[in-house]
């Protein structure tokens, strides 16, 4: 069956502009991550939603970066005014609950550049 | 200190060889337990999940658990020049995800 998708795969942006990451997550899955990855480093949590609601945002840097999923289903990860820091990869993630255990798949990425 | 701690390499070994990748928690909330696989460029790939302390084995690789010493070990048996990649440990209570930096294996024909 498909995985988690993500698009664009690559994005280049200067400095100061706005960007839209999309993830599709495993049809089924009720709960969709958001993670960002710098090189060298593993996955850094940013936002967890279940449904259409984020439980868990705690992860987001500052308010330049907000997420949504409203239909519960693909999610849109945005961040506003992008400054060179927020170069990294995000991933993407979805699960669903097996008895007591949370397995998580995840998407290939989308490789964020800004210039 | 790190929630999760994991020697980032780089560990080279030629084929066929066992290798050993480790990571080490602080918090002993965590519960379950997860090795990832994760080629350049590509999203990380789950290999293992485990809850309790103990190994489990599936295939070439099984993942073992000491939580008495908070240390979790994933073992490749006849390692691949395929399994040349960066391999992440991580864990997790509820939907707090945790992983660590990831050791970068290079298993050499």
């Known amino acids: 069956g498909a995985g988690v998708s993500q698009t664009p795969s690559n994005k280049v942006t200067e400095k100061g502009k706005y960007v839209e990451l999309r993830c599709d997550p495993i049809?089924?899955?009720?709960?969709l991550y958001w993670y960002r990855q710098s090189l060298g480093q593993g996955p850094e949590f940013l936002i967890y939603f279940q449904g259409t609601g984020a439980a868990d945002d705690s992860g987001l840097p500052n308010d330049r970066f907000f997420a949504v999923r409203p239909e519960g289903s693909v999610s849109t990860l945005k961040i506003q005014r992008t400054e060179r820091g927020d170069s990294a990869v995000y991933l993407c993630a979805s699960s669903s609950y097996r008895g007591a255990t949370y397995e998580q798949y995840f998407g290939p990425g989308t490789r964020l550049t800004v210039t | 200190q790190k929630e999760v701690e994991q020697d980032p390499g780089p560990l080279s070994v030629p084929e066929g060889a066992i290798v050993s990748l480790n990571c080490t928690y602080s918090n002993s909330a965590f519960q379950y337990f997860m090795w990832y696989r994760q080629y350049s460029r590509k999203g990380p790939e789950l290999l293992m999940y485990t809850y309790s302390s103990g190994n489990k084995e599936d295939g070439r690789f099984t993942a073992q658990v000491d939580k008495s010493s908070k240390y979790i070990s994933l073992f490749i048996r006849d390692s691949q020049p395929s399994d040349s990649a960066t391999y992440l440990c991580?864990?997790?209570?509820?939907?707090?995800?945790?992983f660590g930096p990831g050791t970068r294996l290079s298993v050499l024909p």
């Open positions: 991580a864990t997790h209570y509820g939907q707090n995800f945790v």
């Open positions: 049809s089924g899955h009720t709960a």
